[in-house]
Structure formats: C-alpha cells, structure tokens
C-alpha cells in the first residue's frame, strides 16, 4: 500500500507570494491533517479535514488555509508569505474521524523556504 | 495548560549502549500517547502508542512505558544502532470533543561507533 505522498518535496518562494502544498493520503484515510516544523517550535498543528469537512484549527493566522476534496486528497494554501514561513510541512493520514484517536501515517513534508 | 515536556533535549551514546528518554504531560482528557522516531528531512513514524490501561508496549529494541498515575512515560532503546540517531517525538492526545494532539518538543539522539 502506497504511503502519504506530499509535493512538492522542497519549495523556494519569495516573501509576498502565495503557495499551494499537496497531500495524498494513504488510500482509505479519510482524515487528513497538516503541522508546520520548525527547529524552534517542533510539530505544531495547523489544521485537520475529515471528508471535506475542517475539523480541528491551530493557532494560525488566516493567511494559512486547507481544503479537502472528494478524494480524500488534501491541499493547504499560504498566502502573502512571511520569513518566518519557512519550516517543513508535514501532513498525515488516518482512519479516525480526529487525528488523536488512532495511529498518524505521515508524509515526508514539503520543505518550504522563503527568502 | 495542555503540554507535553521531552527530556534530555540531546543525547550522545556508543552504539550498543542502551537509553532513556522522557516524557511528562499534563494533558487532560487523557486518551493516549505515542512516541514517533523522525529520521532527518523524513515524516515521523509511529513506534509504540498506550492507551491510558497499558503501562508497558515493545517494537523490536524500543520499549515504550506509561505510568497514568505519574503523567510520565519513557521510550527505552537497547543496544543501540546507529540508525536509531533520530528525533523522538512524544505526542500525546487528548479525549477530549476535539480530539487534539499535544506534541513534545523531541530529543535528538545521536549514536556515535
């Protein structure tokens, strides 16, 4: 069984732009969900959809956006980028409704990085 | 406050040698925690997740323990490789109607020949 799959795998934009990250869970996962890592703050979480639906919001400036398609797949979306964007974007996947109730399978992020 | 809190930040050991890595949280409604070994520029992966009624799990050299009384669990790792040089992540969640995940700040292990 294919594993999560996320593109693109490294990402160079420039601050003021907008981006759009990828997520394709493994097949049957209905739930998806996105965390930014940073060297100093490690995983945190960004937001979480369960059949197209959000489910769960970190403490993230509106900039930052998701959606989910009938799929399953998952796109997020960063507009007007700042610096301090820059971290690697890790989505997951799993059979629960909310992430907390069973196992995540992650991907192996989008290294995004703004100059 | 919900938190989850790893320690040592880093460690350095011989191959061969065995470990202990902590975690402490203080998380409520509790349902489970999971330890995750994160490879550099890799997704993290599931090693071991208790719920509240298990103390005790194993994967192969990684053996996870979880004391619900205490709020504390550890991850030991025997005879060290040098493949276990990794992040462990601590990450716990919560039961609660929003079903959320609290994420440990990881050590960083190093296995040295």
């Known amino acids: 069984k294919a594993g999560v799959t996320q593109t693109p795998r490294y990402l160079i934009k420039t601050r003021g732009q907008q981006v759009t990250l990828s997520c394709s869970p493994i097949?049957?996962?209905?739930?998806v969900s996105w965390y930014q890592q940073t060297p100093g703050q490690g995983l945190q979480f960004l937001f979480e959809y369960f059949s197209e639906t959000q489910r769960n919001k970190g403490n993230f400036p509106g900039r930052f956006s998701g959606r989910q398609f009938s799929n399953s797949r998952s796109e997020m979306n960063v507009s007007t980028l700042e610096l301090g964007d820059s971290a690697l974007y890790l989505c997951a996947s799993s059979l629960a409704r909310r992430a907390g109730e069973a196992p995540l399978h992650f991907g192996n992020g989008t290294r995004l990085t703004v100059t | 406050k919900n938190q989850v809190e790893q320690s040592p930040q880093s460690l350095i050991i011989l191959e061969g040698k065995n470990c202990t890595l902590q975690c402490n949280y203080t998380v409520s409604p509790f349902s489970n925690l999971r330890w995750y070994k994160q490879d550099t520029g890799r997704g993290p992966v599931s090693l071991t997740i208790?719920?509240?009624?298990?103390n005790t799990k194993s994967n192969g050299r990684y053996t996870a323990t979880l004391d619900a009384d205490t709020k504390q669990s550890s991850l030991h790792i025997t005879a060290s490789q040098l493949s276990d040089s990794a992040s462990y992540i601590c990450v716990v969640g919560s039961s609660s109607n929003t079903g959320k995940l609290i994420f440990g700040q990881g050590t960083t292990l190093q296995v040295k020949p």
């Open positions: 097949s049957g996962h209905r739930s």
């Open positions: 208790m719920t509240f009624s298990e």
